[in-house]
């Protein structure tokens, strides 16, 4: 359950755990009638993860009882997410905020070079900081998906003087930069040998299974 901000969650499998989610709402809605924080009933939402049971939750407030409205897609902490965790949305979303800071930066800059194109596109507002945002959440794996983050880039580089003709993998090796599925890729890898090697506060064993041979 989405209420505003604040998740209220429990792993459904039998009526049992509907109704206990409902007592915990019930809970939780009385602790912030307690310390004055309360909720408004009409913007919670309801969403189901990998099941389909569609047991109606309420919350009640000073003007009655409310039946919580169910969704199949909500944001949040500028993250799309959806009931069946396809990252598609999230992908449209980040391609369409690159593209429009794109069309700006087209507009305003008639004569790229390399080093000034890097400037733009690497910087915290512009391009691939949209792409890339919270992507550890949402990484894509479906091909359309992986490509409508691509092309933002290839479009991107194009913009540099003398590369609308130049292909694409030239551009990236001109640039110095690598695809983004690629740096994607990188990123994960990074983020492994962290937490093998202790440098993360995280138990490995809580995300690998160690091998128990010698062999490389």
Request: aromatic fraction near 10%.
């Amino acid at each position: 359950m989405f209420a505003d901000d604040t998740k209220v969650w429990r792993v459904i499998e039998t009526d049992l755990d509907c109704t206990a989610l409902q007592m915990d709402m019930d809970v939780f809605l009385k602790w912030s009638d307690q310390w004055l924080l309360r909720f408004n009933p009409q913007k919670c939402k309801v969403m189901s993860l990998g099941h389909s049971a569609r047991y109606n939750y309420v919350m009640a407030d000073a003007t009655g009882t409310f039946m919580i409205e169910r969704t199949t897609e909500e944001r949040d902490l500028g993250v799309i997410i959806t009931d069946n965790l396809k990252p598609t949305s999230q992908c449209v979303k980040a391609a369409a905020k690159a593209r429009s800071v794109l069309g700006v930066v087209r507009r305003h800059f008639k004569r790229l070079d390399p080093q000034d194109f890097l400037i733009i596109y690497k910087s915290y507002r512009p391009i691939r900081p949209h792409l890339e945002y919270c992507i550890q959440a949402w990484s894509p794996y479906l091909q359309k998906d992986i490509y409508c983050l691509e092309s933002v880039q290839r479009a991107a580089t194009r913009l540099v003087r003398g590369f609308k003709k130049v292909l694409y993998e030239d551009r990236l090796r001109i640039l110095g930069l690598t695809t983004l599925a690629v740096r994607r890729k990188q990123g994960d890898l990074i983020e492994c040998y962290k937490i093998l090697s202790g440098k993360e506060n995280l138990d490995p064993n809580q995300f690998f299974q160690r091998s128990d041979t010698t062999h490389l």
